[in-house]
């Protein structure tokens, strides 16, 4: 080869070179410049934070729920309190320590159905007759009782837990996990806005972990929230911080809904499992709120939930059912309630009572709605 060919070869290589750092130089700008925008938002909200600092708040549920060392709190049982959301609004916490008076005698021949979930389950804002297990009961054939294991605030981890300490005794026929998207990133964190604190969960060589038990007790209302709290709920905030730096460090780092949809799909496998044990099928809804509704950021992100979710259920051999389109074309204003989480309305409670009844006879074998069995 000539000195000519050698020299032109290396000029090639060299504006190869240039062009391959150039593009490297100005991805790794952009990526900065992203960060630092991040970085400042999220050092905006710490000075801010530390200019007033954020205190622990008060939740109605803490009037109705104690310190419980292996989910954080819990129902106090023997509990009834009048007119508790507004007029002829009660909530009452059987002595088994479920929404309701019913009690619950493993020895009934009742035909036994578990309503698991966080606030919407246990019906946040309507009165005992208005959730929709309540509504769920009325729907089915005589002879079905519906007991009400939601909790509000609870993560599907910690549904988990309840389920695991409640099962033995309650001797369910079929169990009806009813979760919302916030249930899933709850895992990502172990401390509330209102100052409990949560077991942990994560998944470590392929088996479910859960950590922080005891679980530490209740910080008091007007208490300052730890900064590192504080950091964790703005990083939240400001995603495309922890996506950017994820990608500067490895290009397999999950973000916080793909780790919490990691752990989540562990647990419920768990979840089937204590089912499986005792001979109990098990399906999952997912429920969608306002925003999820409306909003069509909120609405992509439900979408991915629901498509990984129906995905991983379906290989596992569990009924999934989206209700999202239970309650498109319905007006907002009568199926939420008017207050900051915009729960359920007792009509909304309706809509997903309704809709549980219809879907469940088709994936359970054993089981019919009222309204299918007065028709025939």
């Keep these: ?85 507004g007029p002829e609004m009660t909530i009452s916490i059987n002595s088994q320590g479920f929404r309701g008076l019913e009690n619950y005698d493993a020895m009934n021949d009742a035909y036994r159905l578990i309503c698991l979930g966080d606030s919407f389950t246990l019906g946040y804002g309507v009165d005992d007759r208005e959730t929709f297990p309540f509504q769920l009961q009325q729907n089915l054939k005589a002879g079905t009782q ?92 400001h995603s495309m911080l922890a996506k950017g730096i994820a990608k500067m460090v490895s290009s397999e780092k999950m973000d916080a809904d793909e780790h919490a949809l990691f752990v989540a799909l562990h647990l419920l496998r768990e979840t089937s499992r204590i089912c499986n044990e005792m001979n109990c099928p098990m399906v999952v809804a997912l429920t969608p709120t306002l925003p999820e509704l409306f909003d069509p950021a909120s609405s992509l992100k439900y979408q991915q939930y629901s498509d990984s979710l129906k995905s991983f259920l379906k290989t596992e051999g569990i009924p999934f059912h989206d209700l999202r389109p239970a309650f498109q074309n319905l007006d907002s204003e009568t199926i939420f309630l008017d207050e900051k989480f915009h729960h359920y309305s007792a009509e909304g409670n309706r809509v997903v009572a309704e809709a549980l009844a219809n879907w469940l006879p088709y994936v359970v074998g054993n089981i019919s709605s009222a309204v299918e069995t007065e028709s025939q």
């Design 1 to 85: 080869m000539s000195k000519q060919s050698l020299k032109a070869g290396k000029l090639k290589m060299s504006r190869r070179k240039k062009l391959l750092f150039a593009g490297l130089a100005a991805l790794f700008g952009v990526t900065l410049l992203e960060g630092f925008a991040t970085w400042f938002a999220v050092g905006s909200d710490l000075v801010q934070n530390w200019k007033q600092p954020a205190q622990v708040g008060v939740l109605s549920e803490e009037r109705h729920c104690q310190y419980d060392e292996e989910f954080g709190w819990a129902n106090k049982p023997e509990t009834v309190i009048t007119d508790f959301y």
């Design 146 to 237: 519906v007991v009400n294991m939601g909790q509000g605030g609870y993560s599907v981890g910690q549904s988990y837990l309840w389920l695991k300490r409640s099962a033995p005794e309650l001797k369910p026929d079929l169990v009806v996990c009813v979760f919302i998207v916030e249930d899933f990133r709850r895992l990502n964190s172990t401390l509330t806005g209102n100052g409990f604190s949560t077991p942990q969960f994560e998944v470590e060589n392929g088996s479910l972990v859960v950590s922080n038990i005891p679980v530490p007790k209740k910080l008091q209302a007007g208490e300052t929230l730890s900064q590192n709290f504080a950091i964790a709920e703005s990083l939240t905030n």
